[in-house]
Every structure is written in C-alpha cells, then in structure tokens.
C-alpha cells in the first residue's frame, strides 16, 4: 500500500470510479468520480482565493456528503484542516477558528446562523456547506463562484478524468490536521496530527479489518470532527472503496434501527452509550420476563434461547455486520459480560485524539474482555511506575502521535518529553500476552484519605446497572464520597413514582452498592439530578462541571 496517506486517497478513487462513494441518507449519492471533481471545483476555489499550502481551512457543519467533500478538498490540496464539531457553541467555534489563525471557513447553515462574522476578523472566505456558496468574500471571488464551471472548464479543457486526480505530495511530518479536543476556551487545545498519523491509522484499519470491501455500505453516525469517525467511518472507508451514508440529523435509536435494516453494513462503529441503551431498552427487559428467566435457568434450554436473543440483537444492527467496534469511553460491564456471553461480533479499542486516533485494537474473534485489545502496529506503550497490581499511567510513542499542541509548548511539554514519550492521562496495565486494559482517567483517581486509589469509573459502573438509574458520577467531597444521580426518568414516570418513593428506591440501591465495595471506596450519600449529565462530543460525562470548588 502507498506510504502516503493522500496516494492512498488517490489510488482509491482512481480504481473505484465507478463505484458509489458518499450518500446522505435518503438524499443524494456520489460516486468516486462525482467526489474527485467536487473536490477540484473547491481547489478553484482556494487557489482563487489565495489559499497557500500550509494555510489553515476551518470546517464546522453536521455530517454530510459536503462534509466529507470539503475535508479531503482542505487536505488534498496541501492545506490544514480544522474541523470543529457541530454541537459546539458559537463562542466556542468563533475561539477555535481565532486561535488556529484559520483564513477560510466552510460552515453548514445551522452553524452560521448562530455565529457572529465579526467576532473572526481575519477570516477572509466562508463558504456555505450546504451548497458551496460564498457568504464573505472579496467581490472577484463572487464572480468566480457564479463561473465556477467555466473556470472548471478551463482548467480541463479535454474533460476531467481519474489521471487528475493528483494531490498534495506530503511529507511525513507535515501538519495535516488541527483538532481541538475541546469547545471550552479555558481548556481547548489543537492537537497538530500529521500525515504520517493519518496514513498510520489508515494503513492499520486496511491491514486489520480485511473484512471490508469496496462498495460494502457504512453508516456514519459519529461526529466527522471527532478522530474516531473521521479516522475509521471516513478516511478508512474511502482507502478500501466503501459507500459511506451520512445520517444528517442527529441518530435517534429509531433512524438507527431504520437505517442499520436497510443499508446492511458490513462494519459498525460506535460509542457505548449507543450499545448500551439498545442491550438495555431492548433485550434487558426481555429477558426478565417470567417465561424466558424460567428457561434461562434450564441447562439444556439456556444456550438455545441465549442463541435467539443474538440473532435478534444481529437483525437489529442489520445482520449483516462483520463487528461492531465500540470506542471512546469505557463499556458497562454488565452490557459486555451480556454480549460476551452470546458470543456478540463485538470489540472494544482505546485511542486518544493526540494519536489519530489509534493505540489499541484487537478483532472481535481475538479480543479479550475487559480489554481495549492489542497495541496497534507502529505503537508502542509504556505502563509507568506499575503499582503491585501493575497499574500505572500508560505513555505512547509511535507514528500516530501528534506533533504538540498549536501554541501551546505548555501544554506540549506536560504530555510529551524530549525522547517521543507521550503521557496519555490514563491508568491502565499490560498483561503478559501484550492485552491493554484501562483502569480510569489518572485525573478521576481519588487518593483517599488512608492512601488507597479509588477509581471512580468503577462505582458508576455498578451504580449504574442498578434499578432506575440512568447515569451517575462519583465525587470526592470533604474527605467522602457523594453520588450525583441522573435518575431513568422515562421508568419512574412509566411506574408513577413520587418524588419520596424515588428517593428511597436510590437509598436502597446505595445499600446494595456499598455492599459491594471495600470500605475505603463506599459512598457517604447520594443528589438526584433532574437533567442528565452534560456531555462532551464522544458522549463522556464532562466530570469538571461538577467537581466540587475545593477540587
């Protein structure tokens, strides 16, 4: 396979021309051929505007075909590309754009509505996503937009082929992509990715799932701006020819289901939240139905029903799914024990945004419970200062590891040292086969006052299998352990209970929960919270918002 990640972009859409590329679901279809010239009406575009290589392009916008368009427009022609995510504040949106001294911006007409032009002074395009058309521009760019195909023309004079298709000629460490992992203008910072992290992560997804083909059918329900599914629903899907569908509003669990039965997709990727609420909502409750717990208890029986429920959980994710790759935050233990059991096609991975984002993967057959898999090919990991159980902070090195943090050499060197070293923030250990497994976020480790680690992830991981418990967090608050409670509002309602009675069924669950705890990690009490926790883009609990101010 090409070394380059944009000979990769190439090589692909010159052999798959003819094949479907990018649809909005229930909307419009691209084909490969119909992508690459998009693509080089928007290098009119820039060389028009004077966009240089190397200069920074902004991308906000909800997931579409013109999203993905603009994407590999930005970085096929040689400039940097920022993508933000569309749920960020505009406050948010206008920091990101100012800090990455981004010149042009390609915005979806949601975004722009609500963001203020004048609050990003040394923007000097915005293009409409909807349909590339110019909202700030000089007046020869408008002249340009409205001959666009005359320019087109011009520049192909004997038609365009697959034999122009030729981009960028990168180098390896060349900044490719800035991604901010955060909206929040006390804490964003831009990870620099390189090529080289975006031909790595590539180049390993076409090594490690040889289960995808070209014209096999993905649907793209994560965010595009987050790493994951840009890495592998996007850049992955594109490297081996596949027709990727954009869910362009957000996916509810019945657009979901809709989409999964009608278009079959040969490889799913999500976030547990997603596979949590289907096990949960769909075949949790199924199973405690009277008849089917009586069966399960039958030995001869138990295997055949177990088998039943799986080919309906199968169907649900369209049957047709090679694995579902679950990432971005830990899976409840509960749901993954359940879906070890039945033998599920499923596998869980572990990335950072600074890695592009891959450190750890195993496939579904090989994969390990509990664990986020194996460490990925040009990767290493380091577990620092094991404790006696030989957990300690896991650092990487390797190809995938982002060069630094825009402007920020503070932030640079808290993370990464001098030899390639990268801290990654996370507890977690290596087992003697080389299997990661993660232990929490070093940043939630409570240290209690007798010395032990508390792993809050742990607590809220039990708690949250318990009755009318949605989600929970775990906080240390004078020298004692509170839980902050989302209850399941949609059950209480359904079973008409009082504000008392929901309080007493969270003091029973908090008697069950300590039952299980060793003494130095029990809770002390419990708030119930009548909105769920807010979220960051891959759906984690922002745990700082409700930190205690002594914290």
């Known amino acids: 396979m090409e070394n380059r990640f944009l000979g ?40 028009q505007a004077g966009i240089q290589k190397g200069d920074k392009v902004a991308l ?8 993905a368009i603009s994407f590999f427009g930005v970085v096929s022609y040689g400039a940097v590309v920022v993508p933000i995510l569309h749920d960020f504040k505009p406050d948010n949106i206008h920091h990101i754009v100012n800090h990455s ?11 722009w509505e609500r963001m203020d032009g004048d609050a990003m002074p040394e923007l000097e395009l915005v293009v409409l996503l909807d349909d590339f058309s110019l909202i700030v521009a000089e007046e020869k760019m408008h002249e340009v937009r409205n001959r666009w195909d005359e320019y087109f023309k011009t520049k192909y004079p004997e038609g365009f082929t697959a034999d122009h298709v030729v981009y960028h000629a990168e180098a390896p460490d060349e900044l490719a992509v800035l991604n901010y992992t955060s909206g929040t203008t ?5 990870a620099m990715l390189p090529y080289r992290s975006l031909w790595s992560n590539t180049k390993y997804a076409n090594d490690a799932l040889p289960f995808i083909h070209p014209g096999d059918n993905l649907v793209c329900m994560l965010p595009m701006a987050h790493m994951y599914g840009l890495a592998f629903e996007i850049l992955n899907a594109i490297g081996k020819g596949c027709h990727i569908h954009f869910l362009t509003r957000i996916p509810s669990p019945k657009l979901l289901l809709e989409s999964f039965a009608e278009l079959r997709p040969t490889l799913i990727l999500a976030v547990p939240l997603i596979i949590e609420k289907m096990v949960k909502s769909r075949v949790f409750p199924e199973m405690q139905k009277p008849l089917i717990r009586f069966l399960l208890k039958l030995p001869g029986i138990k295997n055949g029903v177990l088998a039943i429920i799986a080919a309906k959980l199968n169907k649900a994710f369209g049957g047709n799914f090679s694995e579902i790759v679950i990432g971005g935050a830990a899976l409840n233990k509960e749901v993954e024990n359940f879906l070890h059991t039945i033998k599920f096609r499923y596998t869980v991975g572990y990335g950072l ?36 159980d030989g957990v300690g902070e896991i650092f990487v090195k390797g190809t995938n590891v982002m060069l630094g943090y825009y402007k920020n050499p503070e932030a640079t060197a808290s993370v990464m040292a001098p030899d390639g070293w990268m801290n990654t923030g996370d507890l977690g250990l290596i087992d003697k086969e080389g299997v990661l497994y993660i232990r929490g976020r070093s940043k939630t480790m409570i240290l209690s006052s007798n010395g032990q680690n508390i792993y809050p992830e742990e607590i809220e991981d039990l708690l ?8 929970s967090l775990i906080i240390y608050q ?12 949609e059950q209480i ?6 504000g008392a009675k929901t309080e007493d069924l969270m003091q029973e669950n908090l008697q069950q929960l300590n039952k299980k705890l060793p003494f130095y990690s029990k809770v002390s009490s419990f708030k119930l919270f009548s909105e769920e926790f807010e979220k960051t883009p891959k759906r984690s609990i922002k745990r700082y918002l409700y930190q205690p101010a002594e914290n």
């Open 8 to 47: 990769i972009i190439e090589k692909s859409i010159r052999e798959y021309w003819e094949l479907p590329a990018l649809s909005d679901y229930k909307g419009k279809t691209y084909y490969y051929k119909d992508f690459a010239k998009q693509i080089a009406y928007l290098h009119i575009l820039f060389e």
């Open 60 to 67: 906000v916008g909800r997931n579409s075909s013109h999203w």
């Open 101 to 111: 001294e981004s010149k042009a911006l390609l915005a979806g007409s949601t975004n």
């Open 186 to 190: 006390s804490s964003s910072k831009g």
């Open 353 to 388: 945004t600074e890695c592009g984002p891959l450190v750890a993967y195993s496939q579904w057959d090989s994969f390990r419970k509990g664990s986020v898999g194996c460490i990925v090919d040009r990767m290493e990991v380091h577990i620092d200062h094991p404790d006696p």
């Open 464 to 471: 949250n299998n318990m009755p009318y418990v949605s989600e």
């Open 478 to 489: 004078e020298g004692k352990l509170v839980a902050l409670i989302y209850p399941d509002q």
């Open 493 to 498: 309602d359904r079973e008409n209970l009082e």
